[in-house]
């Protein structure tokens, strides 16, 4: 299974970006996905999920700005009105009967 995440850039405080993520391989239909991320010199940290049934979880820093959604192998996050704070490396992730697999992560930068 290898995930391939895009979508990140260069945005300024209240702008907006959709990250993509690709899902190639054989896997479950009964899984979750999500996205996660980094930020310099700190913990990796839940950003959002969603199950294969669509049920999502948000960090309590993202909600009301930041939309999960899936198109089987396919996860998207939909990121508006970003902050400063919300600069760090994004990661999907792919949780499958207790095995995990990551993507390579995409830069987010949120600067003026």
């Known amino acids: 299974v290898q995930l391939q995440a895009s979508g990140g850039g260069l945005v300024q405080p209240g702008g907006s970006l959709r990250l993509s993520c690709a899902a190639s391989?054989?896997?479950?239909?009964?899984?979750?996905m999500g996205w996660y991320r980094q930020a310099p010199g700190k913990q990796r940290e839940l950003v959002a999920t969603?199950?294969?049934?669509?049920s999502t979880n948000y960090a309590d820093s993202v909600k009301g700005r930041f939309t999960i959604s899936r198109d089987y192998a396919m996860v998207y996050l939909q990121m508006n009105s970003l902050k400063l704070e919300d600069t760090a490396v994004y990661y999907c992730?792919?949780?499958?009967?207790?095995?995990?697999?990551w993507g390579q992560g995409t830069l987010v930068t949120v600067s003026s």
């Open positions: 969603i199950t294969s049934r669509r």
């Open positions: 391989g054989s896997f479950s239909s009964i899984n979750v």
């Open positions: 992730k792919l949780m499958v009967v207790g095995v995990e697999y």
